[in-house]
């Protein structure tokens, strides 16, 4: 009974990629000046972390997102550890964020020895909810004297918030901004898997005090490994080059590092490689929804729920996603399509479920629960 409809799925899949071997969730296409830019870098030997396409990679992500600075960072990862950094987030005080993302939002929470602290997200956004933080917030914390939000349960100060814009999905993040902004929340937003989502015609990223963007291998836009930081906040931009840069003071000949520092600048042939794919985002936005938009017809005309962009957005469809009936079918579906070389995924194991966050409190995860038990990606690579 479900063979059929599963088949039809397959079907569907190997047509959209024209192909009847393995295809993958996603993989990057290398049409435009990559060759070109690296080979660029490799005979001007400048591949490091000083080089012209690093700062013209920064100014295309200026351009791009809008945003007034931009700094480029090794991986999304440390882009997120850093930010916490800016914001001030020290050992035991407390982040607030979702359970639906990927380990890499709580990796940096944690590599400050801070606790993350869950909340719902929306059903539709699947992205934190405004209000479930708000919720939260009302009935757990206070702010005090010092003018920081304090939880009332575990006495930690609630020093930010780290909403994830997931699968390209923009969240509310202008609610989300309000709240923070009256319980004197840091706002950093995970922005890794949304490099061309707009929420209202403004760039993902751009709300928060900062933004968060990856440019990993199975992103949109990828150059190996990378990451940035975006702030339209002169000071925070400065100061993040200065710490992904050893926190060493400019000068010609001397090391002299004003404080504790990381090695967290991109080399200048990631950089190489990110322009020439941020040259094409427009071509690979184009493709993903042109792709979505194929998925979304088929899917209207069977039993299973496609997930459709939030009003209020435009998603750049990093991973198609559709829901299935319950989790049995879910994994009679990922079983059936990945045994046919049609590759799909489950959702991330939610982070409270997880040994290293089993213990985090959290809020009421009922709408979280009930997408991972459901949700399945499908493949979703540009197709140029
Ligand atoms: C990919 C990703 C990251 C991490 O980025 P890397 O560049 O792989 O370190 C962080 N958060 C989310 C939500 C991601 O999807």
Redesign the pocket.
Known sequence: MYKADFQLVVDFVRSLYASDNFIPLHVPVFKGNERKYVLDTIDSTFVSSVGAYVNKFENLMCEITGAKYAVAIV????A?HLSLILAGVEQEDEVITQSL??I??CNAISYLKARPVFVDIDRDTLGLSPDALEQFLSSSTEVRNDGFCYNKISGRRIKACVP?HTFGFPCRIDKIVEVCKRYNIFLVE?A??SIGSYYKEKHTGTYGSIG?F???GN?TVTCG???AIITNDNEIAKKAKHLSTQAKVSHRWDFYHDEVGYNYRMPNINAALACAQLEQLDLFIESKRDIASLYSSFFDHTNIEYIKEPDNTKANYWLNAILLKDRFERDLFLEFTNDQGVMTRPSWELMHHLPMYKDSQHGDLTVSEWIAERLVNIPSSVKL
């Open positions: 991986s999304g990862t440390n997120l993302t990927f890499a939002t994830m995970d890794a898997e968060v990856s440019f990993n992103k490994g990378g990451g």
